[in-house]
């Protein structure tokens, strides 16, 4: 078996997988004729208007500007919108009486989903200013920003600055107005900011994986974003991930063992949530929207983001690396993991709203979105929220001996989370526990939907169990 | 100091196809030895093509095992490990064949 | 008590560590699975015995079964072959245990690892079959890249082996056949077939037995065994095995998914086993098109299509057509992004490298 044991896979991998690579398909998706693929390479005419030139020569398309080498600018940025609102409508993502949150990170993807809800809503206040019935009414938009300077301190100066210009870039957006709203991540805990700091502080203080840290973070990030939504009365949170994101997201997972809930991560849609998220961006590479914001000028603020570390760091060179090789990976990568099964939750729930139902119902193209499972799953990690498979629910045997809440609650998370969050020691976890923010606690407690009745009931067998030995 | 150095699981081809090296290494007076030391030795003076196969940044590939005196090097320490005469170095690749 | 000491003592840091299994020797290696750190007699105890669990548990052989042990003279191989041949005779198998390799006529490479697969023959006492592509097929690799050059050679070699490997079982009329595949390869092909977008194979990859409807079903015993483990465990035992990469795919072993896997097990060393939990874990619809099974009309063997790969590259070796059945060229192939949607689609004979670990 000289070769047959993979390690002889890249040589000659790397001559075939052009051969593998199927044309992307998202073109058929958004109007472009996918036949137009193969042809027009050796001059610079975009593909769709065949007329403008090229924003970059076709050599440089698989270096990193996905349609970039295809398209000229007007058809680069509509081919992109295109993107974004087949993205919406086909998955019913923004209804007319919405009220939707965009998560702003300040960096590029999160600037042109801003942007492209901008654009999205401005359209809309424009066809309701001309129609007579007004009877679509136009969806609203807030922006949010998590400030999580309390665990990556930066200079204060240059972080209230770019928080200055974060202002502005909003601000500066056409009417209607769209509030901005800023809050600390410390906030999930109280109204008290500088004691949730510190609480924050010491929970991730207790998480000695470098990779459970920053998820966990991301997490918390999560907690505070649908806490923004909640309060202030948004239905709908979106989130600027793109195609190359999502595909970091697939291979992490998967190396996180956390195969079984990938699927409910990476749709457009995410209504585990109490405020659903979706994902409109799904289809847009990296590369495309920095070129985008780029050909715009639409302003960034990159002071404020970290690279990632420890297993996300590696996952995210290694894909980069397979990007750069052959740059419909990222692409093909997505792909695969979409053809997982998603869950129930995994599309926009049916309103009561007999107004924006109908609404979206004459939006909303007949799609794809067949869950196979009809019953939803029993429970989900009270950490990270992924849905619990239930060979993963932990055998009673392993917490014979620690039934308090933070024994229970570790118990309850899911093997990744376990693993890489949760600490091992019972008193680190008896203090760890103590530190969490309230969601989590009671997420835990309820929102396992039974899962806690069923542990108890495990334990309360295994105790019978064990007096009837004892006898 | 008197060394012996091993290469196996296709290591060997690196450095002209000889598995077993008995090596004098130099080190300053006084100084101790350590396998960050040695491995800069080697490659200088041992690895005759593909470098990369051997190291990656400043210590082995990953994939390459190394076992002081037949005691995996991780229970040592791994670079910081500190030789002493007549010790025994093993260098395995697991990344060959199947 | 200090009977590992007769290992030279050393003042290393760290060094002289006990085993935390026996408390006694001097540890030899930290386990990637559970970083534990054990002396050698209690890691050939704890590597074994896991093994033997994992072939109970999964029901791996039944008594009296005849089991062909693929052999290349690698590392993998090599160990499969001791260990499976100690654990039948202590576990009481009843298994019927033979050695079976390819000679895919590789000057140079393959004739020096079948010289290790004849000594592994005598030293464990197993039979050894060796079925050649010469005979099988009228062609040696070393023929084949004469006339096709160093360009999809891993494609033939890939195809031919899989068959030669069925045909030598068929031969030696074995009921299964066992493969050294380790926990490192599994992973590796989980990664690969969510890069190329193989969801059909992604969901039978990690499987620890497959094939169970073809003639002859192959299992894993290491499925779950670190590749660390196997080399560690080989060079305690100074097993002798083969470890030259292949003369026509030199360097392949620099693939970028090795690496990342290598790189991750030094960060996190259950990635590998995540990895594979989350190849298993997968949801992945049942309806998902596996390829109907038929038998190729030209030789007989199992094939989705009229003629079997082989019989379909042979064909085009014999008619001075090397690209036939390969990648593009059209005609017997497909196209497979249609292939994908049907329901019921048909798998081409499209490229699949050598590297497929054949699942």
């Known amino acids: 078996m000289a070769c047959s044991t993979g390690t002889c896979q890249s040589g000659c991998y790397k001559d075939n997988n052009e051969e593998e690579e199927q044309v992307p398909k998202r073109e058929a998706a958004n109007g472009v004729t996918p036949n137009g693929n193969d042809i027009d390479h050796h001059h610079n005419l975009c593909l769709k208007c065949k007329v403008n030139e090229t924003i970059a020569p076709p050599s440089a398309a698989g270096g990193g500007v996905g349609d970039g080498g295809r398209f000229c600018a007007d058809c680069f940025r509509g081919n992109l919108f295109g993107k974004f609102r087949f993205a919406v409508t086909a998955n019913a993502m923004i209804s007319p009486s919405d009220k939707v949150l965009v998560a702003f990170s300040g960096g590029p993807s999160s600037r042109v989903a801003l942007q492209f809800v901008h654009e999205m809503q401005h359209k809309a206040q424009k066809n309701f200013d001309a129609s007579r019935d007004r009877s679509l009414p136009v969806f609203g938009v807030g922006v949010a920003f998590i400030d999580e300077n309390a665990i990556y301190p930066a200079c204060s100066r240059e972080f209230d600055q770019s928080i200055e210009e974060m202002k502005l870039i909003v601000s500066n957006l056409a009417p209607p107005r769209k509030e901005f709203h800023v809050a600390p991540i410390g906030s999930i805990y109280s109204s008290d900011f500088s004691d949730g700091r510190d609480r924050l502080k010491e929970l991730l203080n207790a998480v000695s994986d470098v990779t459970g840290k920053e998820d966990l973070l991301l997490h918390l990030r999560m907690l505070s974003l649908q806490k923004i939504a909640l309060e202030n009365g948004y239905t709908k949170l979106v989130l600027g991930s793109c195609t190359s994101r999502i595909a970091c997201h697939v291979i992490a997972a998967t190396v996180k063992g956390q195969g079984y809930s990938l699927a409910a991560d990476i749709q457009y849609v995410d209504a585990r949530w109490e405020i659903p998220i979706v994902l409109p961006l799904r289809d847009c590479l990296t590369q495309e929207l920095n070129m985008l914001c780029c050909l715009d000028r639409l302003e960034t603020v990159e002071a404020i983001n970290r690279p990632c570390s420890g297993i996300n760091g590696l996952v995210s060179s290694f894909v980069k690396l397979l990007q750069e090789e052959n740059p419909s990976r990222e692409c093909t990568i997505v792909r695969t993991a979409g053809k997982l099964t998603p869950f129930h939750f995994n599309r926009i729930p049916e309103t009561d709203d007999g107004n924006a139902h109908l609404a979206s119902q004459r939006r909303q193209k007949k799609f794809n979105l067949k869950p196979n499972e009809s019953l939803p799953p029993e429970s989900f990690c009270p950490i990270c929220h992924s849905p619990l498979n239930n060979c993963d629910l932990p055998s009673f045997s392993s917490f014979e001996d620690d039934q308090t809440s933070a024994g229970i609650f570790g118990a309850s998370c899911c093997p990744s989370c376990r693993f890489q969050i949760v600490p091992k020691e019972p008193s680190s976890m008896v203090q760890f526990y103590s530190l969490l923010p309230q969601p989590i606690i009671s997420r835990a407690k309820d929102g396992g939907c039974g899962n806690q009745r069923w542990l108890r009931e495990q334990i309360q067998d295994c105790l019978l169990s064990d007096n009837e030995d004892g006898t | 100091m008197q060394l012996t150095l091993e290469f196996g699981g296709g290591l060997e081809l690196l450095c002209d196809s000889v598995k077993v090296h008995n090596v004098n290494v130099d080190q300053g007076a006084g100084e101790k030895l350590t396998m960050k030391n040695l491995l800069a030795w080697v490659c200088t003076n041992l690895i005759k093509e593909r470098p990369e196969m051997f190291m990656k940044e400043d210590t082995v590939r990953p994939g390459v095992l190394v076992l002081v005196n037949d005691c995996d090097w991780e229970l040592s320490g791994q670079l910081d490990t500190t030789l002493e005469e007549k010790d025994s170095v093993v260098f395995i690749s697991t990344l060959h064949g199947g | ?359």
């Open chain 3, 1 to 359: 008590m200090q009977e590992a000491d007769v290992v030279k003592p050393k003042k290393n840091i760290g060094a002289g560590r006990q085993c935390t299994i026996c408390n006694q020797r001097r540890a030899a290696l930290k386990r990637p699975k559970t970083l534990e750190q054990i002396c050698r007699e209690c890691f050939y105890v704890v590597f074994e015995e896991e093994i033997h669990r994992v072939i109970v548990d999964n029901q791996l052989f039944k008594p009296g079964e005849r089991i062909a042990i693929g052999a290349s003279g690698g590392k993998d191989s090599t160990v499969l072959a001791y260990v499976l041949s100690e654990l039948n005779r202590r576990h009481n198998y009843e298994l019927d245990l033979f050695l079976l390799s390819v000679d895919e006529g590789i000057t140079g490479y393959r004739d020096d690892s079948l010289e290790t697969v004849k000594r592994n023959e005598i030293q464990y006492g197993l039979p050894l079959k060796v079925v050649s592509y010469k005979e099988l097929y009228g062609w040696t690799m070393d023929e084949i890249v004469k006339m096709i050059g160093l360009k999809n050679n891993c494609t033939f070699c890939g195809v031919f082996r899989r068959q030669a490997l069925d045909r030598g079982a068929a031969l030696l009329k074995v009921d299964k056949l066992a493969t050294g595949h380790n926990a490192d390869d599994i992973a590796e092909t989980v990664l690969l077939n969510i890069l190329r977008g193989d969801i059909a194979r992604l969901s039978r990859c990690t499987s620890i037995t497959t094939g169970e409807d073809g003639p002859i079903p192959r299992c894993k015993p290491f499925k779950y065994t670190y590749e660390k483990e196997i080399v560690m465990y080989a060079y305690f035992k100074r097993l002798d095995y083969f470890s030259t990469e292949c003369i026509y795919s030199p360097n392949a072993y620099r693939g970028f998914a090795r690496e990342f896997i290598k790189d991750l097990e030094r960060i996190r060393p259950s990635a590998i086993l995540d990895i594979i939990k989350s190849g298993e874990d997968f949801r992945i619809s049942t309806s998902t098109k596996m390829p109907e099974q038929g038998t190729c009309e030209r030789c007989g063997y199992i094939s989705s299509q009229k003629w079997c790969k082989a019989c379909i590259l042979l064909e085009g070796l014999n008619r001075g057509l090397p690209k036939l059945g390969i990648g593009r060229s059209r005609g017997i192939t497909t196209d497979r992004s249609n292939d994908m949607k049907q329901s019921n689609g048909i798998k081409n004979i499209q490229s699949k490298q050598c590297g497929t670990l054949d699942f």
